[in-house]
T-cell receptor
Framework: ETGVTQTPRHLVMGMTNKKSLKCEQH?????MYWYKQSAKKPLELMFV???????ENNSVPSRFSPECPNSSHLFLHLHTLQPEDSALYLC???????????????FGPGTRLTVL | QQQVKQSPQSLIVQKGGISIINCAYE??????FPWYQQFPGKGPALLIA???DVSEKKEGRFTISFNKSAKQFSLHIMDSQPGDSATYFC??????????WGAGTKLIIKP
């Protein structure tokens, strides 16, 4: 498979559940990102990893916990979420973070999360 | 100061017409302005980007117009086709700062 893949594509969870989202990139990139996409809102950058090190955490609640075991894989661990956390969660990768937004980001198809 | 304001929120254009989406920003430090295109069920993908040293950039039917003094930039889609129906996001960044995104425009091209 090529590009950026995300699993699962859809996830329904209760507020007391613990689940994880997985992202894998096959592009040889060194930076990986988690975004939250809600309808009619700008994409919200959540976390950035560059060479496996977390470089940005945009004041994301602790109920979201990222993990980047290597440059190709990124996880988002979820626990005790709220209904307002329902959204499309997008993973992206880029060559590196050094060029900021000027480094083209390649997105996965996203995980549609519904919190009941 | 870090916002990028995008309009309209949604747009319906007849096939063959011109689609125009506008974005405005405040931070004069921004020096890179990309547009991303997102089809249903897919993630956004870079469509075209411009730097402020040029006023226009064209790639096929897609053109970015940039007005530095007005702090505005826009995407024009000429001869719009049903396959162009998607959500379009403008964004901006500077130095090694991350992208600041607009809220998106849902474009529908009517056959």
């Amino acid at each position: 498979e090529t590009g950026v893949t995300q699993t699962p594509r859809h996830l329904v969870m209760g507020m007391t559940n613990k689940k994880s989202l997985k992202c894998e990139q096959h592009l040889g990139h060194n930076a990986m990102y988690w975004y939250k996409q809600s309808a009619k809102k700008p994409l919200e950058l959540m976390f950035v990893y560059n060479f496996k090190e977390q470089t940005e955490n945009n004041s994301v609640p602790s109920r979201f916990s990222p993990e980047c075991p290597n440059s190709s894989h990124l996880f988002l661990h979820l626990h005790t979420l709220q209904p307002e956390d329902s959204a499309l969660y997008l993973c992206a990768s880029s060559h590196s973070q050094g060029a900021g937004g000027r480094d083209t980001q390649y997105f996965g198809p996203g995980t549609r999360l519904t919190v009941l | 100061q870090q916002q990028v304001k995008q309009s309209p929120q949604s747009l319906i254009v007849q096939k063959g017409g011109i689609s125009i989406i506008n974005c405005a920003y405040e931070n004069t430090a921004f020096d890179y302005f990309p547009w991303y295109q997102q089809f249903p069920g897919k993630g956004p993908a870079l469509l075209i980007a411009i730097r402020p040293d040029v006023s226009e950039k064209k790639e096929g039917r897609f053109t970015i117009s940039f007005n530095k003094s007005a702090k505005q930039f826009s995407l024009h889609i000429m001869d719009s086709q049903p396959g162009d129906s998607a959500t379009y996001f403008c964004a901006a960044s500077y130095s090694n700062y991350q992208l600041i995104w607009g809220a998106g425009t849902k474009l529908i091209i009517k056959p």
